[in-house]
């Protein structure tokens, strides 16, 4: 069997964390707390595949450097703010992770990522967790603007521009829509 192509496999790695993206901007812990414990459990499982999938993401970063290319049709303003744009995004989930890291460091009690994987040895520095749970938030929103920017910016792309930007990161099934 043949690996998939890089490309390949950052679509499929793009379109995994979509999902668990919005549903972190959506859901919260206190959201799923009013469920039930099963929901605890599911939330935190999703955050484990969320995390993993954002550390994947920051080490082919780091490893092989950003595989977005401006593409020739983009011009001026629109090719300076490509760059930083991708590289915001991935560095943002990355410092999500990482604050996500710090939350359960400094906790009281050990929390436990998708219920096997023990966050980090806690501390219990009260005050640290609360800055820290406030960091981690607006990080993350930020961050969703940021991924809601980066969304409309390739709409505008394919509309405007009309270059392969979208279609190309687009599965190729629903390629035939755009």
Known sequence: MQMP????????????????????????????????????????????????LALIWTADLLWRGLASRPGPKLTGRARQIHRPLHLTLIWGLFGVAFTGFLLGLTASRVLMAGT???????????????????????????LGAVAAFHAAYHIWRHVRLRDNALRIMTPKPLQRFL
Do not use: C, M, Q
């Open 5 to 52: 192509t890089r490309r390949a496999a950052l679509k499929v790695l793009h379109w995994t964390v979509v999902p668990f993206f919005v549903w972190f901007l959506v859901v919260t812990p206190a959201d799923v707390a009013r469920v039930g414990s099963w929901a605890i459990t599911l939330h935190s499982v999703f955050g484990l595949i969320f995390v993993t």
């Open 116 to 142: 096997v994987l023990p966050i980090a040895p806690p501390l219990g520095l009260e005050t640290a967790n609360h800055w820290v749970g406030v960091i981690h938030t607006v990080e993350f929103y930020g």
